[in-house]
């Protein structure tokens, strides 16, 4: 068969090089020479030879070579073809088959199969999978299949012998080709200001927003840009929308798309931390295609698949979670914890690692190493462990008795871990279900960066509401205390000593704690509809209450990556009325109320980490003053200028009122005496009127009256 | 500014007006007695007694000798200002929602509700002699309206024309010469609830459930400029010495017990009439307002509640003194 392509091939190929002879003697020549060309079309000439056109699928795209097959004689090829068909027939329909025999008389191998041979599918995706999955295929011991599409041959026998590297293309930033978008485009505003995205459900419109002084700038609205919701990636480079179909990225200076990620029906998205990979999960799966995954990692680079799961059971989004570097993910199984590298996007070592027990785990976020817990079973204590990826060394062991459920809260930085265990006192099981009662609070500390990992311990006797480390810096914090006596406690944390408790505030409506990413400050809120929407504002290094306040139905607190701007919003999906967002800055000044119809989400765009060293920081801080003036002076410049646009824009206003009022007036004094006419020649149009006719009897009949009145003072409280 | 707080009605206020000297105050509610005060100390001068159900309109002559009032008993009365005795009462097929004396009081208007398979209509009295005749004359004009009904009215200060606003958003003006349709324009989207002229009655402004009170030319109905709001406005009036206008509203009163009084949706707004932009607020009403109303020197207004008070507001003397650079 393969041979007989060719034969096609090159009558096909000597056809086009006939074309190409009789287009470069064309000449604008009115004689019949004998390269004339009729205008006669093709399928009216030679429709029955058209048929047999040559068409995509006849190459050998499809075709494919199958290197390491037994070498058999005439009576056993049937049995080989049976179990060629067996291996290679699942992966499509099989057109063609070759089986080349050794044709040579009087060897002791004449008559028998050649060891390789050609398969020919329907369709090239075929052909190119039967090669992804077959390669490499055991038979048994002593045949490994070698198999490799027929056109590879062509491409490797065609390789230069002199390798030329390619030419580095010019830089332009605002190129709109998706592969050669700046993708930190926003990152080299001048005046470093933030951006942050808006969606409304009225038209699921997204709006981009850059937050410029003094009044924020718009740089990018659409509508119907996602169905659902949006993402930004962790380091702000990609925005995600959600489609029925599945997920797009956008990225660049005007947000150009990036990358589809078709996955029906997807409703819940995870980026790796570094941006690498996108872990798409779709719950329901897609009812016309029942053999999509519901979970689909993908490249996001290159927007190819990498692998796919179909979680077993319910369990917590993200189901998978990823180290600091991208390079492995984990997930937890039934007692067992599977670790995926990448990129092979294999176990590593190939196998799960069996912890008996295990409930969760959570990577350091900023080293390789992995706490899990491990619930209690009978005579064997519940215990918290840290363990080294990849060399699966176990770093710290500790155990905890009367255990019911235990967070694991790592510190942005890597240099504690918090471990909330919640404890009972009393225990009974009913039906299938543990009951715990007398329940109160640990807080294990792990010093990560001290030799051993020593390991603190504080005890709350009430139950805990939120608990949030400070990004950075030694500081947590926690709402604990049943309602209405909610108390918010501030621990630190030092080397060689145990966490000690800085300052207690009692009595506070709040239920969650949204520190600044720089650290020091925190908003204590009261979020959702029993939060009450209250809000403070406190400095945590004297402890200071900046401002309370509140924002009533508020859902949601967003601190930008700076730290110098917080939004509190009441979204459409958890309130229907007086749905909008507030700016505030982060002493808790309320700089600009934006109510907004049926808002529904707001996200800051995140930063990438500083590039500067920590040396750098440092020596900025110490000489902040030098840049105080700069600043302020760019400040002044700025408020002036809006101040004068906004004088200039009302005293165009103001003036164009004027002139309409200037005929309005002149229209009502013409008027006027018909108005006159009608009040019996009474001058109304001053408050205080005259008599303008004295000669109407009507109107003398004016006299002043005067009523007295009992004046008594009452004083009513007025807030 | 310490408010005067009216406390005369037994239920929710619906309108109130000043009279054209500013030195009495009227009132309707629920309840069905109109009320008058003067507004100076707020001492309750009268009451006017008679109706049987909910007054929804009230209007007073120029020469604050006539009273008119328009209620859900089916019924539209005059009163003697003075002596607050009912003089005429029309008797009407559905309640009256609007009414409102001409510019020169020899005339009225009023309209009807749709309801109780009645259409909406409204109806031109002449009330030059001020007695018992009225209520059996027949209007000098009747203007069936099929589509949606009127939910406020205004009558222009030549005796010509009325502009009427209608629940659906639509503002219609008509020629009262032949009975027809001289203009109409729809830049609301909901029920507009009140109507008011400026100073002079060049212009007016209107109040609407769609959260935004505008501001109309009076002869062309041209669109001149627009106050948002959060909430459905009840009424709105323009001040007639500076360039003010105040708004009241709030929370639809089913939805009242929803939301916190706290989150000061029931103040009273005040606006540049020009640069359309919020210069001041004014607490107190611990329901929606449904009615607001400028003195006629512009140095106080006040404003009636859900709550069944009027508070009449004196202005400081920093509102005089505040100014908008331009």
């Known amino acids: 068969m393969a041979k007989k392509k060719n034969g096609e091939k090159s009558d096909e190929s000597s056809q086009n090089s006939d074309s190409d002879l009789y287009n470069e003697d064309e000449e604008p020549s009115f004689s019949d020479p004998e390269d004339f060309v009729d205008d006669i079309s093709d399928s009216e000439l030679l429709g029955d030879i058209l048929q047999q056109k040559p068409k995509e699928t006849d190459g050998y795209e499809s075709v494919i070579v199958v290197d390491g097959v037994p070498q058999v004689g005439p009576n056993r090829i049937e049995k080989l073809k049976s179990v060629i068909n067996k291996v290679f027939s699942k992966f499509g329909n099989l057109v063609n088959e070759y089986y080349p025999v050794n044709t040579e008389q009087n060897t002791p191998l004449s008559g028998t199969t050649k ?180 979970i689909i ?111 694991i809260h790592w510190q942005k930085s890597g240099d504690y871990l918090c471990v909330k265990v919640d404890r009972y006192s009393r225990a009974r099981k009913e039906r ?67 966490p000690n408790l800085l300052k207690k505030f009692e009595k506070r409506a709040c239920n969650h704690l949204f520190w600044s990413p720089n650290g020091q400050f925190i908003v204590l809120a009261g979020v959702g509809s029993n939060g009450g929407g209250s809000l403070e504002f406190v400095d945590t290094h004297e402890f200071l209450v900046m401002n309370t306040t509140d924002h009533f139905q508020m859902s949601d607190v967003e601190w930008d990556p700076t730290g110098r701007y917080v939004f509190t919003g009441v979204s459409y999906w958890k309130c229907k009325v007086d749905t909008g967002y507030w700016m505030w800055s982060f002493q808790g000044k309320i700089l600009k109320r934006v109510n907004l119809e049926r808002f529904a989400q707001i996200l800051w765009r995140p930063r990438p980490p500083t590039l500067l060293s920590e040396k750098q920081q440092k020596e900025i801080k110490k000489h902040l003053k030098k840049y105080y003036a700069q600043f302020e002076s760019k400040d002044r410049m700025r408020q002036s200028k809006a101040s004068k646009e906004l004088i200039e824009k009302r005293a165009a206003l103001m003036e164009k009122f004027q002139q309409y009022r200037e005929q309005q007036i002149k229209r009502w004094e013409a008027n006027k005496p018909r108005r006159l006419a009608l009040r019996n020649n009474v001058d109304t149009d001053e408050f205080f009127f005259n008599v303008v006719s004295i000669s109407n009897a009507d109107a003398v009949n004016f006299e002043e009256e005067v009523v007295e009145f009992f004046i008594k003072e009452e004083i009513i409280p007025v807030d | 500014m310490k408010p005067l707080i009216l406390h005369g009605h037994e239920r929710s206020i619906n309108q109130i007006k000043y009279n054209r000297e500013g030195d009495l105050l009227f009132s309707s ?40 009032s328009g209620a859900g008993d089916n019924s539209c009365k005059l009163w003697d ?140 109905l041209m669109l001149l400029k627009t106050y948002k709001t959060e909430r459905p406005v009840n009424s709105a009036a323009i001040s007639p010495i500076a360039e003010h206008v105040v708004l009241g509203g709030g929370q639809e009163a089913m939805e009242v017990t929803t ?56 202005f400081d003397s920093s509102y005089f003194e505040y100014n908008f650079d331009y």
């Open chain 1, 115 to 294: 060891g390789y041979i050609f398969l020919e599918y329907s369709d090239p995706s075929h052909a190119l999978e039967a090669v992804n999955l077959t390669n490499n295929f055991k038979l048994d011991k002593h045949h490994t299949f070698q198999v490799n599409l027929f056109t590879d041959f062509a491409k490797f026998d065609d390789i230069p012998e002199k390798w030329e590297p390619p030419q580095p293309r010019p830089y332009d930033p605002i190129d709109n080709n998706v592969s050669r978008l700046d993708l930190h485009y926003y990152l080299l505003d001048p005046d470093a200001y933030d951006q942050f995205a808006v969606v409304t459900t009225s038209g699921q419109s997204v709006q981009i927003w850059q937050n410029t002084l003094p009044e924020p700038n718009i740089v990018e609205e659409r509508s119907n840009w996602t169905q659902t919701y949006i993402k930004w990636s962790p380091l702000g480079t990609f925005l995600a929308t959600f489609h029925k179909l599945g997920i797009a990225l956008w990225a660049g200076p005007s947000f150009t798309q990036y990358k589809k990620f078709t996955h029906a029906y997807v409703q819940f998205i995870d980026f790796s931390p570094c941006e690498k990979y996108l872990v798409t999960y779709s719950p329901q799966g897609d009812p016309q295609n029942p053999d999509q995954k519901r």
């Open chain 1, 297 to 407: 990692i993908w490249d996001i680079r290159s927007g190819l698949e990498k692998r796919s799961f179909n979680p077993e059971g319910p369990s917590a989004w993200p189901i998978f979670r990823w180290s600091c570097d991208d390079k492995y993910f984990g997930r937890v199984g039934n007692d067992v914890l599977s670790i995926y590298e990448t990129p092979s996007f294999g176990l590593l070592e190939k196998k799960s690692i069996k912890i008996n027990g295990i409930k969760d785990f959570n990577w350091s976020p900023s080293d390789n190493v992995v706490a899990y817990w491990v619930a209690e079973d009978k005579d064997v204590p519940a215990s918290v462990t840290l363990l080294e990826i990849p060399n699966r060394n176990e770093i710290r062991k500790k155990n905890l008795f009367n255990v019911a459920d235990c967070k």
């Open chain 1, 432 to 498: 299938n279900e543990m009951k715990y009662s007398g329940m109160y609070c640990n807080f294990e500390i792990f010093h990560m960066r001290e030799k051993q990992v020593p390991v603190d311990s504080v005890e709350i006797k009430e139950p805990i509401q939120a608990f949030a480390w400070e990004p950075v810096g030694t500081k947590f914090a926690m709402i604990h205390g049943e309602s209405p006596n909610i108390n918010v406690s501030f621990y630190e944390v030092k080397v060689g000593l145990a």
């Open chain 2, 29 to 68: 509610s629920k309840d069905n007695k109109p009320n008058v005060w003067y507004s100076l100390n707020g001492e309750r001068l009268g009451t006017f007694n008679g109706h049987q159900g909910v007054v929804w309109c009230i209007d007073v002559d120029w020469t604050t000798t006539k009273f008119i």
């Open chain 2, 81 to 220: 200002c003075e002596t607050g005795k009912e003089v005429a009462n029309i008797k009407t097929m559905s309640s009256v929602r609007t009414c409102m004396f001409s510019y020169s009081a020899n005339m009225a208007v009023y309209s009807t509700d749709t309801a109780m398979g009645q259409h909406c209509q409204i109806a031109i009295l002449d009330v030059r002699t001020l007695d018992e005749s009225i209520s059996h004359q027949d209007p000098i004009l009747r203007i069936p309206i099929s589509g949606s009904r009127v939910s406020s009215i205004l009558w222009d200060n030549l005796d010509e024309t009325i502009i009427t606003g209608h629940e659906n958003g639509e503002i219609i003006q008509w020629d009262l010469k032949v009975g027809k349709k001289l203009n109409s324009i729809k830049e609301h989207d909901q029920l507009i609830n009140d109507m008011q002229w400026n100073k002079d009655g060049t212009m007016f402004i209107t109040a609407s459930k769609d959260h935004t009170a505008k501001l109309f030319d009076a002869e062309t």
């Open chain 2, 259 to 314: 939301t916190s009084s706290r989150a000061g949706k029931f103040d009273s707004r005040f606006f540049h009439l020009v640069f359309e932009e919020e210069f001041a607020r004014v607490k107190g009403h611990f329901g929606p307002i449904n009615s607001v109303a400028f003195h006629p020197d512009g140095k106080s207004y006040s404003s009636g509640g859900e709550d069944g008070y009027v508070r009449v507001h004196n």
